[in-house]
């Protein structure tokens, strides 16, 4: 099993940036996508970005050019960075992981949240 835990929520005002992290640890090597992922209440989860260990990405269109997902091996950790933050970036932020499956992109998951197969608790990211 995997255990996913996110840090670096809070709130800030639009124009600022976080840095959210996810701590993942148990059988990471199982690990070939990992994602962060954001709900507001009464609505879904989105995908926000996706990247496999080959370096693909997903980004959704809202946050093209302000967010950056990356990733630590050496600590089994992955980041967002977010840049220009605006008000309607305020959610609940997850982050997920998947193993390799045929057939599955950074694409399908960023679209298919229900595809990821681990989550973190969540952080909130507060706009204003």
């Known amino acids: 099993h995997v255990q996913l835990v996110e840090s670096g929520g809070g709130s800030v005002q639009a124009g600022g940036s976080l840095n959210l992290s996810c701590a993942a640890s148990g059988n990471t090597n199982s690990i070939y996508f990992m994602g962060w992922f954001r709900q507001v209440p009464g609505k879904g989860r989105d995908g926000v970005a996706v990247m496999s260990l080959s370096v693909n990405t997903y980004y959704a269109d809202s946050v093209k050019g302000r967010f950056t997902i990356s990733r630590d091996i050496a600590k089994n950790t992955f980041h967002l960075q977010m840049n220009n933050l605006k008000p309607e970036d305020t959610a609940m932020y997850y982050c997920?992981?998947?193993?390799?499956?045929?057939?599955?992109?950074?694409?399908?998951?960023?679209?298919?949240?229900?595809?990821?197969?681990?989550w973190g608790q969540g952080t909130q990211v507060t706009v204003s």
């Open positions: 997920a992981t998947a193993p390799l499956r045929f057939g599955t992109t950074v694409g399908s998951l960023g679209s298919t949240p229900e595809k990821m197969h681990t």
